[in-house]
């Protein structure tokens, strides 16, 4: 009774963004301990650390994608359902599984509760959170078993039915939560570069999970007014949706027009990677690319075979990420889309930055820029780092690296084998960070207290 007093009490004294932080962070040590055990490898798997377990832990609860030994070489069936549950609980979080359990068994939530719960759904208030949590499983659950019934109808004749359900599971699990994990091969997924089935079941389903719950929550509602009102002219649909899921869908789909355009320009000559395929195959292949820099980790085509700009593009759609409150990471497409409207704003001799004919607010903006000088002070300090601990890696391979582990994409260069150990911590660190690091500075800026404070004005030049 006293020692869960104490615990209690402990608790209560932590911040909502530490309590977020210790959720990944036991998840994290029950799953490295689960898969090192024997129980978890294959009777003749590589040789590996208990580092090395860690390491792939961390990439699968941040929802990553990198490994020092790929799953199908180390992990037995027991490993590969435990790596399940480690993404699925990776990409929807502990907080929200621990919320849904109590509502399941109709036990009430506290405050706390509610703050912590509010915050790991990056929701603005706590309005139905649980109708909200709620419709995050059910879409969750309904993409990953629609997407695993399709991709069973290629992987059934191919691995056979035991296998074929088992690894058709595993892949839309890992593809939603945009893991970036595979359980069949060594070289992701090259072997299905061509493949109409895989590429684009699976690019839906990272941008489904990228997109963020409450655009769809948005989208559903008004699919359901349409139904109802059946109004004349379709773009009434479009306009009926809130200004977040405009900004969120309009960068989305640039995003994802320029990444492939761009990648099939700069890489169609290239006979290493898609210069010997059809036109058609070529803009699926480039499509597919552009869909995994959204932080999913899949690669159907090699990296280090690529030319430098066509990675430099790669780079920063990794670093843009996906969309708040979803399974993708980077700084998020709002967070660069309000830095472009803010630059936009200042070029154009606007005294606010506006979208859609609304200004957004001066609070948004400070948080927007907070988030952008975490996310890149910490990005260049682990750099320089690894650069110093790791003299015998080339930098370009390195810094993609550095970018694919702290936005939480998975895709790499061919050198996550090769790190030292203190390269590998670097790169945890970098993972965790890239999961955590962003939401828990944002909801310390929106849980904070104002403080007005007026003094005389100064001008300072820039530039």
Not at 67 to 95: E, H, K, T, W
Not at 174 to 197: E, I, M, R
Not at 395 to 404: K, T, V
């Given at each position: 009774m006293f020692g869960e007093t104490m615990k209690t009490s402990v608790l209560r004294t932590l911040s909502v963004t530490q309590r977020l932080t210790i959720s990944f962070a036991v998840v994290i040590l029950v799953g490295s301990i689960l898969l090192a055990l024997p129980i978890s490898h294959y009777p003749h798997a590589p040789a590996a650390s208990y580092i090395d377990h860690l390491f792939t832990t961390v990439s699968m609860v941040c929802v990553t994608g990198?490994?020092?030994?790929?799953?199908?070489?180390?992990?037995?069936?027991?490993?590969?359902?435990?790596?399940?549950?480690?993404?699925?609980?990776?990409?929807?979080?502990?907080?929200?599984?621990?919320?849904?359990?109590?509502?399941?068994?109709?036990?009430k939530m506290d405050l706390a509760g509610h703050n912590l719960l509010q915050s790991a759904l990056s929701r603005r208030d706590s309005k139905n959170l649980k109708g909200y949590l709620y419709f995050a499983y059910r879409m969750t659950f309904i993409f990953e078993f629609l997407a695993f019934l399709i991709i069973a109808t290629d992987f059934i004749p191919r691995f056979g039915w035991k296998h074929g359900l088992f690894n058709a599971l595993f892949l839309a699990i890992?593809?939603?939560?945009?893991?970036?994990?595979?359980?069949?091969?060594?070289?992701?997924?090259?072997?299905?570069?061509?493949?109409?089935?895989i590429n684009f079941t699976l690019a839906f389903l990272i941008i489904a999970g990228g997109l963020g719950f409450a655009v769809w929550i948005d989208l559903l509602s008004n699919v359901q007014r349409y139904a109802i009102e059946k109004p004349r002219f379709t773009g009434r649909f479009?306009?009926?949706?809130?200004?977040?899921?405009?900004?969120?869908?309009?960068?989305?789909?640039?995003?994802?027009?320029?990444?492939?355009?761009?990648?099939?320009?700069?890489?169609?000559?290239?006979?290493?990677?898609?210069?010997?395929?059809?036109?058609?195959?070529?803009?699926?292949?480039?499509?597919?690319?552009?869909?995994?820099?959204?932080?999913?980790?899949?690669?159907?085509?090699?990296?280090?075979?690529?030319?430098?700009?066509?990675?430099?593009?790669y780079m920063i759609q990794m670093l843009i990420g996906g969309a708040p409150g979803g399974t993708a990471g980077g700084v998020k497409v709002t967070t660069a889309a309000i830095a472009f409207l803010l630059f936009k704003a200042e070029v154009s001799g606007q005294s606010e930055v506006t979208f859609e004919h609304r200004i957004i607010k001066s609070k948004t903006i400070k948080q927007t820029m907070t988030v952008l000088i975490f996310y890149f002070s910490f990005l260049i300090l682990g750099y320089l780092i690894l650069l110093t601990v790791e003299p015998?890696?080339?930098?370009?391979?390195?810094?993609?690296?550095?970018?694919?582990?702290?936005?939480?994409?998975?895709?790499?260069?061919?050198?996550?084998?090769?790190?030292?150990?203190?390269?590998?911590?670097?790169?945890?660190?970098?993972?965790?960070?890239?999961?955590?690091?962003?939401?828990?500075?944002?909801?310390?800026?929106?849980?904070?207290?104002?403080?007005?404070?007026?003094?005389?004005s100064t001008d300072i030049l820039v530039g």
């Open positions: 990198l490994s020092v030994i790929p799953v199908a070489d180390l992990y037995n069936g027991f490993g590969q359902v435990v790596a399940m549950f480690l993404m699925q609980i990776g990409g929807l979080g502990l907080v929200t599984l621990i919320a849904i359990s109590t509502f399941a068994l109709r036990r890992s593809a939603f939560c945009n893991a970036g994990f595979d359980n069949f091969s060594t070289n992701s997924l090259t072997a299905f570069v061509l493949n109409p089935t479009y306009r009926k949706l809130s200004n977040e899921s405009h900004l969120v869908i309009q960068t989305t789909l640039f995003l994802l027009a320029a990444g492939t355009l761009l990648t099939w320009f700069l890489e169609h000559n290239n006979v290493k990677t898609i210069g010997h395929f059809t036109l058609p195959q070529q803009l699926m292949v480039s499509f597919f690319q552009s869909v995994t820099m959204r932080t999913a980790g899949f690669a159907t085509i090699s990296y280090t075979d690529a030319l430098s700009p066509t990675n430099l593009v015998g890696l080339e930098p370009i391979p390195l810094l993609f690296e550095s970018i694919s582990a702290i936005a939480t994409v998975g895709v790499s260069m061919e050198v996550t084998p090769f790190l030292s150990i203190i390269g590998k911590i670097i790169i945890m660190i970098f993972m965790f960070v890239g999961r955590v690091g962003p939401i828990t500075v944002l909801i310390s800026l929106m849980q904070r207290k104002e403080k007005t404070v007026h003094y005389a």
